[in-house]
């Protein structure tokens, strides 16, 4: 996240912890309002990234890229529309094989990515293992493992 990055949005499907992670990396100038000409609401935030400060934003739940839901298609046009300089890709480890084509649609569309693997902790204890490194080299994308509740990660997400 240290590269020149002004704008960052957190995406991916509902329940994978991305509003944890929001809350998780700003503290402060939280606004929540919705999308102009819809109901859904999206949250935005600053965040300080070295001497840089950046806005963040938590987009709403998508499974594919290509938009079914309104929650979808607000989500997409973020994306689109505000040219993120960096997209945080949150999943939930224990699904990692159901979440990654979000992550492969997400690399085709030429964003600049990090894939979050979140809840990590389950993962673990449901005996999912997962080889981040391997990972990296197969998606050519940051790999990053999170537990966002305790706050685990998010160093080392920062760093990246
Ligand atoms: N065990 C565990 N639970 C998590 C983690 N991150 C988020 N959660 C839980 O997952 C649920 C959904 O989180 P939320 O941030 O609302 O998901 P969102 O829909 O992606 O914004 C909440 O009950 C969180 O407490 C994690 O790393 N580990
Ligand atoms: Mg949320």
Do not use: W
Request: net charge neutral; aromatic share 4%; glycine share 6%.
């Amino acid at each position: 996240m240290t590269k020149d990055a002004r704008k960052i949005a957190i995406v991916g499907s509902p329940n994978v912890g991305k509003s944890v992670l929001f809350n998780n990396l700003t503290k402060r100038y939280v606004t929540v309002s919705n999308y102009p000409g819809t109901t859904v609401e999206v949250a935005r935030g600053k965040i300080q990234i070295g001497e840089i400060e950046c806005e963040i934003i938590d987009t709403p739940g998508m499974y594919s890229f290509s938009p079914i839901t309104e929650e979808e298609r607000v989500a997409r046009r973020i994306l689109v529309k505000e040219n993120p300089d960096l997209v945080l890709h949150v999943i939930d480890a224990k699904n990692l094989e159901r979440m990654l084509p979000l992550t492969l649609q997400l690399i085709e569309a030429h964003l600049s990515l990090i894939l979050v693997l979140n809840i990590m902790d389950e993962a673990k204890t449901t005996g999912v293992e997962i080889d981040i490194k391997l990972l990296e080299k197969e998606l050519g994308i940051p790999v990053v493992g999170t537990v966002s509740t305790t706050g685990k990660g998010m160093d080392v997400l920062q760093r990246r």
